[in-house]
């Protein structure tokens, strides 16, 4: 239940005294904390100070709510004149405001709104309470210090993570700066590498002069050089540098094609004479392994790199001139060795055409002149490999024997090179001598052909084919020895393949006799025999190409091949050859039958020589390429 309102008169400062007490009590004896107690009492002198300010007579109600259900206890203060409004400045609504309330932990003694305390206790209980607001700020200010020198210590470590963070970002920065660059780096590297193999691979791909220089210009214009120009000695003064090296002198460099003015750079004819890569340009390049010069006089601006090009000896000297203001380091350690494995390709191919050169004279000097036979015209070709050392396994032969007959020989050995073009002449060599036995057959003559490689070269294999042709006769005698068949053309036109079982190759450990076949000749027809590089593809085998030769032959007519059996041999070739490279020797030999009642003598003889005409469409050719002061040649 609510106590009646206290209700006090304020005329004077001590009627507001004494109310400021009676308030002060109520809230003392609610319990109300010190600190809200202060600040209720110094509200409530502010407004009692405002309306003794203003004059006249003023009610101070005090009103103590209990605590219900609802709500909390708490005393209410409200002030109203007690008479009319007195007037006051403008604006000032003091009357009007809202009553003071505070809040009641418990109620207070009943009787308390009336009586009050003295002036001079409450005087001292307001000193008290003003004594712990003060302690109470003391231990604020105490805190707020500590929390002060706490944030402090706070913002300084946090400054300091700050710094930290910032030092670790730049050494992050750092760190991805510097993985960047080794990333970048091994990349530039790896495609330096990538670049030397591959180009390793295409410079020691061929065995040719020309095609090593023309690749390595398409491989270094224009990422790694603007211009390439390669000088290579000559034979005269590589053996001149040996003898030279013998005596205990440097070999030095000969002088290059004749020509007004100096042939070439100064840095190239140093690296000539020390052996050692040069860069010659206006600033030292102070590259690994390389000597620096003075600028050129030709390229005063561009930078110029003289590298040697050596393998047992020096070679020449490859001379770069710089795509840009300078060569790198790395890429010149990188055309340092290319440099040296282009040496090594060119010395290989030096070796490799003085060795194909020398397989070839034997085996060209092993071929024999076509005899004169009557009522035969003859024509024989030898084309060798256009790639690859490939010389040497394939010949023809063609002789009479004793009785008149003549005997014409188609043979491949096995292998390629000088040792097969050894062994080529030791099989013709022995096939002449049993060929001149009263009872020699071409079976009989295979048979010992076997018989004899099986014992005295064993591991040696060969494929031969021999024909017999009697002067007078109108057919042919014939044995293979795994050799592909032979192909007759008639009077007609018709062609036929003469494709009987062959026996086994030659040297194949396997006794064996060879059986003799005949085949019909008659006046008019023509018997071609032939090594598989006329006529095998590895993409198609060796039967089309069989087929293709048999429609050349058709093609060709009777007075064609009795006119001039080189150009029906030439025709031949062009036809089987025209569309590829030759990986294998190829051999060629024609027999025709003159149809008339005559042997063409005169015709005959021409027909007998071994190498075709010139200007022919598709005879074989030897390029020799001489270097002689940097000048090539084709012979």
């Known amino acids: 239940m609510t106590a009646a309102p206290a209700v006090r008169t304020i005329a004077s400062v001590a009627d507001a005294a004494r109310a400021r007490a009676a308030v002060d009590r109520v809230a003392t004896d609610g319990g109300v904390p010190a600190v809200d107690r202060v600040r209720f009492r110094t509200a409530l002198t502010a407004r009692l100070r405002r309306c003794l300010g203003r004059g006249g007579a003023w009610e101070l109600r005090i009103q103590v709510r209990p605590a219900t259900a609802e709500q909390d206890g708490r005393v209410d203060v409200s002030l109203r004149p007690a008479g009319p409004r007195p007037p006051g400045p403008a604006g000032d609504e003091a009357d009007d405001e809202p009553s003071l309330t505070c809040p009641l932990p418990h109620r207070p003694a009943e009787g308390g709104l009336g009586a009050g305390l003295p002036l001079s206790e409450a005087l001292l209980r307001a000193d008290e309470d003003t004594a712990a607001v003060l302690r109470l700020l003391d231990e604020r200010e105490h805190l707020l210090r500590l929390h002060r020198e706490e944030l402090h210590q706070t913002n300084q470590g946090v400054l300091a993570l700050h710094a930290d963070l910032e030092a670790a970002a730049r050494a992050q920065r750092a760190l991805l700066d510097a993985e960047r660059a080794a990333r970048a780096e091994a990349e530039r590297a790896r495609r330096l590498l990538t670049f030397l193999g591959d180009a390793s691979a295409a410079v020691t791909a061929s065995l040719s002069h020309t095609a090593i220089l023309r690749c390595l210009s398409a491989l270094l214009v224009p990422e790694y050089a603007e211009h390439v120009d390669v000088w290579l000695f000559d034979e005269e003064h590589e053996e001149k540098a040996e003898d030279e090296e013998g005596g205990g002198e440097r070999p030095r460099a000969a002088p290059g094609p004749p020509g007004p003015g100096p042939e070439h750079p100064a840095a190239a004819v140093t690296a000539a004479r020390t052996g050692r890569p040069q860069h010659a340009a206006p600033h030292p390049g102070n590259l690994p ?192 020895a795994g050799h592909p068949p032979a192909v007759v053309r008639d009077d007609a036109g018709t062609v036929r393949v003469l494709d009987a079982k062959p026996g086994v190759m030659l040297g194949v450990p396997v006794p064996c006799a060879y059986p003799d076949h005949v085949a019909g000749l008659p006046p008019g027809s023509s018997l071609v025999l032939y090594t598989d590089g006329l006529v095998e593809r590895r993409a198609r085998g060796i039967d089309p190409g069989i087929e293709r030769l048999g429609r050349a032959l058709a093609a060709l007519s009777t007075p064609e091949l009795e006119q001039d059996p080189d150009a029906a041999a030439d025709a031949l070739l062009k036809t089987l050859l025209y569309d590829s490279e030759r990986d294998d020797d190829v051999c060629l030999l024609l027999c025709h039958a003159e149809a008339g009642p005559e042997p063409r003598g005169e015709a005959a003889r021409s027909a007998g020589r071994a190498e075709p005409a010139a200007g022919g469409a598709a005879r074989g050719s030897v390029e020799v390429i001489r270097r002689e002061g940097g000048r090539r040649e084709s012979l």
């Open 289 to 480: 392994g390389v000597d620096d010069l003075p600028p050129a006089a030709r390229s005063p601006r561009r930078p110029l790199l003289a590298l040697p090009l050596a393998a047992r000896r020096l070679l020449g000297v490859l001379t770069l001139t710089a795509p840009g203001p300078r060569f790198d380091a790395d890429t010149t350690v990188m055309l340092v060795e290319l440099a040296r494995r282009v040496g090594i390709a060119l010395d290989n191919a030096r070796r490799y055409e003085q060795y194909r050169d020398t397989a070839e004279t034997l085996q060209r000097a092993q071929l024999t002149d076509l005899p004169t036979v009557p009522g035969l015209l003859l024509a024989a070709r030898y084309l060798p490999a256009t790639r690859g050392l490939n010389i040497g396994g394939d010949w023809y032969d063609a002789f009479r024997q004793p009785d008149g007959s003549l005997l014409a020989v188609i043979g491949d050995v096995t292998g390629h090179g000088l040792h097969a073009a050894v062994v080529m002449g030791r099989l013709r060599t022995a096939l002449r001598a049993y060929a001149v036995a009263d009872d020699a057959t071409p079976g009989r003559v295979l048979t010992q052909l076997h018989r004899m490689l099986r014992h005295l070269q064993p591991g040696l294999y060969a494929t031969a084919l021999i024909a017999r042709i009697r002067p007078g006769e109108r057919e042919v005698v014939w044995a293979s």
